[in-house]
């Protein structure tokens, strides 16, 4: 079963508003194949969600883990 | 105002259940301030103005701009290249004369914040930048003060409320807790480059006119401790769990003398340079070739007093425990800190790792100064 990723704000323009990827163990290689797919992110910022929690660590993803990247918005 | 006035103009908030006199009286003694009087600035303080908040502080340093109008809706065209903080204060005082309005027509600013915002119980940040959020959230966390964060981009927008529980044994947590760090000015476009819709504001800033009503009359739930997200585009809205992040209390000055050497612009500046190492350790020749071709602040970390004293190389001294108060001393891009072993200067290398992130290299020398010596003396 494939890890749904939903992309908040612009970086939605850089990787598409939702993908999904087979075979990710974790959020690190996650974020590390979401790197080699859209280099571009690698230079933005983001926060993780997992299940609608914002993880500080390397969290464990299982079937149907949807994941969360949101960047900061600066914007008033 | 007399008592049949002020029951009648909050009369259909006072009869809901839940809420009551009692809660017209809690917004009534409350004081909070809104700092931005912009796209979230004005809903957020029509809202608060017309349900009875006691005393409004404003902070704004900006003038009305034909452009605004899409989106600030407190402002009209005779309002053009006037003061926001000035306009904006006139018109509430007409919307509601029985409640105090506070102007500040300035800039927040590092010397001026803690000043500021210690004359109120909340604060609302509807800024449009990220040094000003960053102060402001840092501001918060060292005056224990409730913030109501609102931000928007393009179509999409992101409220919270910080330093704030939603019940007593839950642990408070902050906007740095979400993004540790500030992204450089370059890394997220600002409404002037990337645009935003008009309404977007107006939702987001009345939902956080929301959260403050709550906050103040203990009404409902607020977003403490979560992350509420709106897209104007599909109406799809997220409500994400936030929890304390471990290092994130090292990121914020500890104390006042600390928040006033904070440079939150140069934070966020895109003239940062771009990490290369942090926290590794250098030997004596590494560190002699670095003094030699790179400018670098060298810090003994020693207690006054402690012996040998270095003046092979220019340093300065601040013993280990004043550090975090002190790095406004620290210029270069490059920081090496020394003591006498190696082992107080990694920790130093901790502690400065935290204050400034990525943001410049920072190394221990390893073995010390004691190791230093040796290897001049046999070079």
Redesign the interface.
């Known amino acids: 079963m494939p890890i749904n990723i ?1 992309i ?3 970086l939605a323009d850089i990787a598409g508003g939702s993908l999904a990827l087979e075979n990710i163990a974790d959020t690190n290689s996650l974020v590390k194949e979401l790197h080699i797919l859209y280099p571009a992110l690698a ?3 983001y ?1 993780i ?1 997992v299940d ?3 993880v ?1 660590e390397n969290t464990r993803l299982t079937e149907n883990s949807i994941v ?1 990247l ?7 | 105002m007399d008592k049949k006035e002020l029951y009648e103009r909050y009369q259909r908030q006072v009869i809901l259940p839940g809420f009551g006199e009692e809660g017209q009286q809690k917004l009534l003694k409350a004081k909070i301030l809104v700092i931005g009087a912009g796209g979230l600035g004005c809903p957020v303080l029509q809202y608060l103005a017309a349900a009875g908040v006691g005393t409004i502080g404003i902070v704004d340093d900006d003038v009305v701009t034909l452009n605004n109008l899409h989106r600030q809706v407190l402002y009209s065209v005779n309002d053009i290249g006037f003061s926001k903080t000035e306009r904006a204060t006139h018109s509430l005082r007409q919307l509601n004369p029985g409640i105090k309005i506070i102007p500040y027509n300035e800039r927040l600013t590092v010397q001026n914040a803690l000043i500021l915002l210690d004359e109120f119980d909340i604060i609302i940040d509807g800024t449009d930048n990220f040094s000003t959020r960053y102060m402001i959230n840092d501001a918060c966390v060292l005056m224990n003060k409730p913030l109501v964060y609102g931000a928007i981009s393009q179509f999409e927008g992101q409220v919270s409320v910080f330093n704030s529980r939603q019940n007593d044994n839950d642990e408070t947590v902050n906007y740095r807790d979400l993004f540790p760090n500030p992204p450089k000015e370059d890394e997220v476009l600002n409404c002037a480059d990337s645009g935003v819709l008009g309404v977007l504001p107006g939702i987001i800033g009345t939902m956080m006119a929301n959260e403050t009503i709550k906050l103040i009359t203990g009404i409902g739930e607020t977003l403490a401790n979560r992350l509420l997200t709106y897209n104007a585009l599909n109406n799809q809205v997220y409500k994400l769990a936030l929890s304390a992040r471990t290092g994130t209390r090292l990121l914020i000055p500890e104390n006042e003398a600390a928040f006033l050497q904070m440079d939150y612009e140069w934070l966020c500046s895109s003239e940062r340079t771009a990490p290369i190492a942090i926290g590794s350790e250098i030997d004596a020749g590494i560190f002699n070739d670095l003094i030699a071709k790179e400018r670098v602040d060298v810090i003994d970390v020693r207690e006054p007093g402690e012996m040998p004293v270095v003046n092979d190389f220019s340093n300065i001294k601040i013993p280990l425990a004043e550090l975090s108060a002190n790095t406004s001393l620290m210029k270069s891009d490059t920081i090496v800190a020394f003591c006498q072993s190696g082992k107080r200067s990694l920790q130093a290398v901790k502690i400065l790792s935290g204050i400034f992130g990525g943001d410049k290299k920072i190394y221990s020398l390893r073995g010390g100064i004691i190791e230093w010596k040796k290897q001049k003396q046999t070079v």
């Open positions: 939903i908040f704000g612009q230079t933005a910022k926060a969600a609608k929690k914002v500080n969360a949101l960047p900061p918005f600066s914007g008033g």
